[in-house]
């Protein structure tokens, strides 16, 4: 199944989209993308935390001149909101990575590429060379691949690099186990069907096998097999050492992703991080960690305006980057929104899912007496209970 255009500008919300990728998806691709750890406790609070928060609107404010503009990690975005890194984009969209960052730079946001993806760095570099790169790392044992990695993002211009912290090993995803959806892959006869029943997908897919594009080392074997020698590549010993280490080898802003306390924020900013991401991984990590926005006030705290801050999980409404904004965020991220609208309609999927973003927050904005991103202070928000 293929949507048309119009088909995706009758989405109305992320949530529609959501529902055109889980149509396109076979089950277990879906519910990898879809889903988190364990009890998914972590996952449903990243959403549920927005619905702590009312935003309080000023009247008699003129905003009929409105601009979601915005500057982070110093360079200009069209809004507040960028690409999270997401491994295996390109399977659930054949070229998922290009596709993606082409409409991140059509739409004036940054985009991140995984460690984990599907297309190299060089050639997302290649395809997308006036956007805003970032390009996210994984702690590697193998230290020469990984100062290898950082060498060939540097090469590439990509302009920021986002230093993931959360995954010593991966989360316990349960839906993963029970699809078959594994290392190796254990597939069902349920999973099988569901695939052959998904022509659209099964399709695009086969036209290119999917690999590892930064691990071509490995590239050898079936891609379960190299899937299993790429996750076991990942380092569970790395430390803040090996952290200052990156720092001294990364020339450009350094964002360390994963921060859910506000002392491991502080010493990220020691180490001379120009930013952190709080975030819990989308929920795929610790289940039972706290929502990434509950997470925000304290961070944003012991940060006290030394670096920035990105909010990263359960962002899915104009109104939820407002919010964080409120709550002391410069920006924030998201990985499924993004995912969501590739799956369902490739590049013009994604623009849409910024579009849905993009008119949500002017909306707001011109509702909340706001008219640019600046303006939105923590007097706009009110937190549920005190109400
Ligand atoms: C399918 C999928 C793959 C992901 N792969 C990565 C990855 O390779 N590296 C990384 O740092 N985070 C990865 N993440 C986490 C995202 O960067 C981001 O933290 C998360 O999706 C934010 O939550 P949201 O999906 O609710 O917006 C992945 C998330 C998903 C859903």
Redesign the pocket.
């Known amino acids: 199944m293929e949507y048309s255009e119009r088909q995706l500008e009758r989405a109305q919300s992320i949530s529609d989209l959501r529902l055109l990728a889980r149509r396109r998806l076979p089950k277990a691709v879906f519910d ?2 879809d889903g988190g750890a364990a009890d998914e406790r972590t ?1 449903r609070g ?2 549920a935390a927005f619905d702590d928060w009312f935003l309080v609107p000023r009247v008699a404010v003129n905003v009929s001149n409105r601009s979601l503009e915005h500057r982070f990690l110093g360079a200009a975005s069209a809004m507040p909101i960028m690409l ?5 984009a390109g399977f659930f969209r054949r070229n998922g990575e290009v596709l993606a960052a082409q409409a991140a730079a059509r739409s004036g946001l940054p985009f ?1 590429l ?3 993806s599907i297309a190299s760095i060089e050639e997302v570099a290649r395809a997308v060379p006036d956007g805003d790169r970032w390009f ?1 790392l ?1 702690f590697l044992r193998d230290r020469e691949w990984m100062d290898g990695l950082l060498r060939r993002a540097a090469d590439a211009h990509y302009r920021v690099l ?1 230093l ?1 912290v959360d ?1 010593p090993l991966t989360g316990k995803r349960e839906r993963d186990v029970r699809n078959g959806f594994t290392l190796p892959l254990r597939p069902t006869l349920t999973s099988v069907f569901d695939m052959a029943c998904r022509p659209g997908w099964l399709l695009d897919a086969m036209k290119s096998p999917p690999k590892f594009g930064n691990f071509e080392m490995a590239s050898s074997g079936s891609f379960t097999s190299v899937a299993q020698h790429v996750a076991s590549l990942f380092d569970p010993s790395a430390n803040w050492d090996d952290v200052a280490r990156i720092r001294e080898r990364w020339k450009g802003p350094l964002v360390i ?2 921060i859910l306390h506000p002392a491991d924020a502080a010493k990220a900013v020691e180490l001379g991080a120009e930013a952190v ?1 709080v ?1 819990n ?4 990590q610790l289940d039972h960690s706290p929502p ?1 926005l509950t997470a925000l006030p304290e961070i944003a705290q012991a940060i006290a305006g030394r670096a920035e801050i990105i909010l ?5 409404r104009g109104t939820d980057v407002l919010k964080a904004i409120a709550l002391g965020a410069t920006a924030c ?5 993004f ?1 969501w609208g590739l799956s369902a309609g490739g590049e013009a999927g994604v623009r849409r899912a910024v579009e849905i973003f993009r008119q949500e927050m002017d909306n707001a904005m011109a509702l909340l007496g706001t008219p640019n991103i600046a303006g939105i202070t923590r007097d706009h928000v009110r937190r549920c209970s005190s109400f």
């Open positions: 990898f993308i996952l990243n959403e999270s890194p997401t491994g295996l991140c995984s460690t984990n996210q994984y986002c993931t995954l992703k994963g991401m975030s991984h989308g929920g795929r990434a990263d999980g359960g962002v899915r991220a998201s990985g499924r929104s995912l």
